[in-house]
């Protein structure tokens, strides 16, 4: 066992979660696990969600591959995959009952060649691009080219999406506009007596600062695993980071003053001191970036790290203190009074928290508590 983990509180996930859907009631939860969760672990979050009650109703992942692991997981629960579609990933839909997304016209010959020859059916939820402009089919496309999709036999629409490019800045005039076109393609499709199954737009920034977005469901990502997407987006919901990074005092050296520490020489110390070897480098996902200018917690006490972040090893000067090898060391986390989040390595590396817990590697262990 590593003496580094990412230590993954599901006690935060699960009242993230409830405070979530208290404030979005009545609409319907898409969780949002890709990314392996944004790194918390796909599988165990998913699964742990899936006890609660009421647990939600759909998981959205951005590739197939994520949703198969998902479905051999053990979890039964729809599933919407973010993804374009062609006619291997339509097979896997069918065979794992998975709700694919239509975001492109050339969908449409895709979709109809795949079900008549297959005699397929399959699920599917419609995208509309209403200004992110990545996928989706536009917001002022001729509406023929949108209710062409609800006629292709075999496939049953239960959805139809957008998604904002900046709801989690507040009161944001663009975030606005989209929800205005979507609304007009909504009510567009309405008239034509169309079953537009569950409407959902609202991500975690919307969640936040745009309640008239909600809809039939919303899709939390970030929020669920405890971060606002911006630090000035609304706090009308309470959130808990549920990821911390664990590890400890590996070796610890006196050095004298003019010495350095690591790689390049970046680091020269001004007086004699003591620095920390931490088992964890920019393999596990500490930002060779953050060299020189980072922060751990040992016994409720920042120490600021010294010297070029290496593949395995960060250093932190500790001056005088009394430190022990074995002693505990938070990277990322919270100890009594102080914390050291992902939105303060965010703000040096000039980021997001997304980013962060994402790129923590896989040869990271994932303890989860409860």
Known sequence: MRESYALIDLNNLKQNYFNIRKKVKPAKILAVVKADAYGHG?????????????????????????????????????????????????????EYSLDITISRNIDYEVLKKFCSKNKAYLNAHIKINTGMNRLGIRWDEN?????????????KINGIYTHFATSDIPKDKFAKTQLERFNKIIDKLKSLNIDLGIIH?????????????????????ISLYGYKPDLNSDDSIYLKPVMSIISNVANLISIKKGESVSYGRRFTSKTDTQIISVPFGYADGYPRALTNKSKAIIKNKFYNQVGTVTMDRIMFDIGNDKISVGDKVILLGKNKNLKFDAWDWSKILNTIPYEITCNISKRVPRIYKF
């Open 42 to 94: 796909a599988v165990e979050v998913s699964k742990f969600l899936s006890e609660l009650n009421p647990k939600p109703e759909y998981y959205g992942v951005a590739l197939f591959d994520e949703a198969i692991q998902l479905r051999n997981s053990g979890i039964k629960e729809p599933i919407l995959v973010f993804d374009v579609i062609n006619s291997e990933k339509l097979s896997i839909a069918q």
């Open 143 to 155: 509406l023929n080219e949108i209710s062409k999709f609800y006629k292709i036999e075999r496939v």
């Open 201 to 221: 737009s609202a991500n975690s920034g919307a969640i936040l600062n745009m309640p008239e977005s909600f809809f039939d469901m919303v899709r939390p990502g």
